[in-house]
């Protein structure tokens, strides 16, 4: 194992030296989580000293602890005894963890992460969809109808267009009952939410084509087609991605 130095958290996307009011134990945190995840710290190195990160940060030996728990507890580093705090392979973190996934995406250059994401939302969802097309009343069916129709209604709103997305999947995934599923498909999207680039630039067809493939899972459900409707939305998830993907090297 090799020690770091704190000159590896020199990093300019890194808020070292903050101001009194910043000083507290998230924005530590969120530096530290945020040089493991860019690979500033590999796994299998150790932290600095406790003394020199908390001359670093300018903070407490206290909010280094509590720091420190916090990266335990998201899967980040561990304590190895008679050496320090090591950082973990990348197999241990916990990437559904709010802050681990939201520097995953903030540091997301190529645009990797964002593209799992995609994949990861449209298997998890396709599987709802099956269940919903499975097994549904006619309030359920009712629902959904109601929910498309506001898409149609607000298309040349694009604010209210994709509120009303969100919402049709939503429902969707409420109804499908499975619910972790839904939670880490909830989790996925709404970290990916706080990001510009996961809207990218859909065109001026997207709307029109999210309409008609949001009904082609409205149908298939309907029908009771349950591998209709899995296929329909995954292909939808699939493809509106990649109608809003900007290429990595316009993405910012």
Request: hydrophobic content about 40%; glycine content about 8%; overall charge negative.
């Amino acid at each position: 194992m090799t020690s770091l130095n704190t000159s590896a958290l020199a990093d300019p996307r890194l808020g070292a030296r903050r101001g009194p009011a910043e000083r507290l134990g998230v924005g530590v945190v969120h530096d530290l989580v945020t040089a493991i995840v860019t690979g500033s710290v590999q796994p299998g190195e150790l932290l600095p000293k406790e003394s020199e990160l908390c001359d670093h940060f300018g903070v407490s030996r206290t909010v280094i602890r509590e720091s420190m728990k916090r990266l335990e507890e998201k899967g980040l580093v561990q304590v190895v005894q008679g050496r320090g705090t090591e950082v973990t392979d990348p197999s241990e973190w916990n990437v559904l963890d709010r802050v681990v996934l939201s520097s995953m995406i903030e540091n997301d250059d190529e645009l990797g992460i964002l593209d799992e994401l995609a994949v990861v939302r449209a298997q998890l969802e396709s599987v709802m969809a099956a269940g919903v097309a499975r097994e549904h009343d006619d309030d359920d069916l009712a629902a959904l109808v109601e929910a498309h129709d506001a898409l149609v209604a607000v298309r040349d709103q694009p604010e209210a267009f994709a509120a009303a997305d969100v919402e049709f999947h939503a429902r969707l995934m409420a109804i499908s009952g499975n619910q972790l599923a839904r939670g880490i498909a909830r989790t996925l999207t709404q970290r990916a939410r706080d990001y510009s680039r996961f809207y990218g630039a859909p065109g001026p067809e997207a709307h029109t084509l999210t309409i008609d493939e949001h009904r082609g899972v409205l149908d298939a459900i309907a029908a009771g087609d349950a591998e209709t409707a899995s296929r329909e939305m995954s292909e939808h998830i699939t493809r509106a991605w990649e109608r809003r993907r900007i290429p990595a090297r316009a993405a910012d």
